[in-house]
């Protein structure tokens, strides 16, 4: 962290303009209404969360509340800086289950499911920022950060303890139709209140190939200590994804494609060679929303397997969270969603069904049924209430598992 501090400093500093002596007071003066003029937000978060393992025999139950408080500066000569404080705490079931907290944080209850959102105060958010134009942003310290839909980084917005990143990032849009992205992450500060020390690269460029559609060359260089936790390997990713929506007959029809390449860098002990593809097409018109979806994870005994461990896995592969880590022999996922957004009533709900086979040889994995449904206030605050119901397959080693949560979040 303080590497990274100093050196981001460094950088930033030299962005300064020279000012006079007879400016100084003039500058200061600014300085201190650029700090007056900063904006503070609070974000309340509460959620149960019921979990029955059929592997385990006691019913697992959460209810924490997360409050996140922070602050941004005014623009000083295109500088900003903000801070955020993150807070989550046990409303009265810290007892009926495991909370998968790093190292003092652990709860130490065994025989009851796992619901990671351990009780944590920490700083979430501390950075310096530099806005000179349109065309360049830098960010040094430590910060969210979320790449593309978060399939590889992504900040875990899910969990009540996001997941940050002591980071230098940076954002160019100085090339006509193309946004390059940018960051070098020193280290990741996990939902569980652990740390993963790294060194790496992540570059992503989003081009406008055209009016519709989007092309995104990748590459992502993921290279971590050889102390991280449960995992020694250290990747390399190479991809690109297409995005683009046609319209016809009234319908807007978003698509995606994506092809990847993983393997071995760092000092991954490990000969990896593992290649991950989607594709997904849905359909939206009026309130409603279709959407059918085939995703691969490679794997296999030979080569290895395809892992986005620093991404927010809970978006991907079912909100069940049985492949928060690839199966050895890889992953597939074919899944179709259905659902309806009432605009005027601020109301969406849908569901969703999900098929998971293998890529190479060994059993299937299984299959799930997720459901959600939400609700905006007038007064802004918002309900949500979904469930994830897996269902393995009977040469499956894992086990059937049902989950069901209902939360409120309000911000100001």
């Given at each position: 962290?303080?590497?990274?501090?100093?050196?981001?400093?460094?950088l930033?500093?030299?962005f300064?303009?020279?000012?006079?002596?007879?400016?100084?007071?003039?500058?200061a003066?600014?300085?201190?209404?650029a700090?007056?003029?900063?904006?503070?937000?609070?974000?309340?978060?509460?959620r149960?969360?019921?979990?029955?393992d059929d592997?385990?025999?006691?019913?697992?139950?959460?209810?924490?509340?997360?409050?996140?408080i922070g602050?941004?500066?005014?623009s000083f000569?295109?500088?900003?800086?903000?801070?955020?404080?993150?807070?989550?705490t046990?409303v009265?079931?810290?007892?009926?289950?495991?909370?998968?907290?790093?190292?003092?944080?652990?709860?130490?209850?065994?025989?009851?499911?796992?619901?990671?959102?351990?009780?944590?105060?920490?700083v979430?958010?501390?950075?310096l920022?530099?806005?000179?134009d349109?065309?360049?942003?830098?960010?040094?310290?430590?910060?969210?950060?979320?790449v593309?839909?978060?399939?590889?980084?992504?900040?875990?917005?899910w969990?009540?303890?996001?997941?940050?990143?002591?980071?230098?990032?940076?954002d160019?849009?100085?090339?006509?139709r193309?946004?390059?992205?940018?960051?070098?992450?020193?280290?990741?500060?996990r939902?569980?209140?652990?740390?993963w020390?790294?060194?790496s690269?992540?570059?992503?460029?989003?081009?406008k190939?055209?009016?519709?559609?989007?092309v995104?060359?990748?590459?992502?260089?993921?290279?971590?200590?050889m102390?991280?936790?449960?995992?020694?390997?250290?990747?390399?990713?190479?991809?690109?994804r297409?995005?683009?929506?046609?319209?016809?007959?009234?319908w807007?029809?978003?698509?995606?494609?994506?092809?990847?390449q993983?393997s071995d860098?760092?000092?991954?002990?490990?000969?990896?060679?593992?290649?991950?593809?989607?594709?997904?097409?849905?359909?939206?018109?009026?309130?409603?929303?279709?959407?059918?979806?085939?995703?691969?994870l490679?794997?296999?005994?030979?080569d290895?397997?395809?892992?986005?461990?620093?991404a927010?896995?809970?978006?991907?592969?079912?909100?069940?969270?049985?492949?928060?880590?690839?199966p050895?022999n890889?992953?597939?996922?074919?899944?179709a969603?259905?659902?309806?957004?009432?605009?005027?009533?601020?109301?969406?709900?849908?569901?969703t069904f999900?098929?998971?086979?293998?890529?190479?040889?060994?059993?299937?994995?299984?299959?799930?049924?997720d459901?959600?449904?939400?609700?905006?206030?007038?007064?802004?605050q918002?309900?949500?209430?979904?469930?994830?119901?897996?269902?393995?397959?009977t040469?499956?080693?894992?086990?059937?598992?049902?989950?069901?949560?209902?939360?409120?979040?309000?911000?100001f």
């Open positions: 962290m303080i590497r990274i501090l100093v050196a981001g400093c460094l930033l500093v030299s300064f303009p020279s000012v006079a002596a007879d400016k100084e007071e003039e500058k003066t600014r300085l201190a209404e700090l007056k003029n900063g904006t503070f937000k609070v974000d309340l978060r509460y149960y969360e019921g979990v029955d592997g385990i025999a006691l019913r697992g139950e959460a209810s924490t509340l997360r409050t996140a602050y941004r500066s005014a000569h295109g500088f900003r800086a903000a801070f955020q404080v993150e807070h989550v046990d009265g079931l810290s007892s009926k289950h495991a909370n998968a907290g790093a190292g003092s944080l652990s709860n130490g209850v065994m025989g009851r499911p796992v619901i990671a959102d351990p009780e944590v105060t920490e979430q958010q501390a950075y920022e530099y806005r000179g349109e065309d360049f942003g830098l960010a040094v310290g430590r910060q969210e950060i979320s593309g839909d978060h399939r590889f980084i992504g900040s875990v917005p969990r009540q303890n996001y997941q940050s990143f002591e980071a230098v990032r940076l160019l849009k100085a090339i006509p193309t946004k390059v992205l940018y960051a070098f992450l020193d280290r990741s500060n939902i569980n209140g652990g740390e020390d790294q060194e690269h992540i570059l992503d460029v989003a081009i190939a055209c009016k519709k559609g989007t995104t060359p990748y590459y992502y260089v993921q290279d971590f200590d102390q991280r936790s449960g995992l020694s390997a250290s990747t390399a990713t190479v991809g690109a297409w995005e683009a929506t046609e319209e016809a007959g009234g807007k029809i978003p698509y995606h494609l994506e092809y990847a993983q860098a760092g000092d991954n002990p490990n000969d990896l060679d593992a290649n991950y593809h989607r594709v997904s097409v849905a359909g939206h018109r009026g309130g409603l929303r279709l959407k059918i979806a085939y995703e691969m490679g794997g296999d005994l030979t290895g397997k395809f892992e986005t461990p620093q927010t896995l809970h978006k991907f592969n079912g909100w069940a969270d049985r492949f928060l880590r690839t050895d890889g992953l597939t996922d074919l899944a969603t259905v659902g309806w957004v009432w605009s005027e009533r601020k109301v969406n709900a849908a569901l999900h098929q998971f086979g293998a890529d190479s040889a060994g059993p299937d994995h299984g299959s799930e049924f459901g959600i449904v939400g609700w905006k206030s007038p007064w802004g918002s309900f949500h209430a979904k469930f994830a119901v897996y269902r393995a397959d040469l499956d080693t894992l086990e059937d598992v049902t989950k069901f949560w209902v939360w409120s979040g309000y911000s």
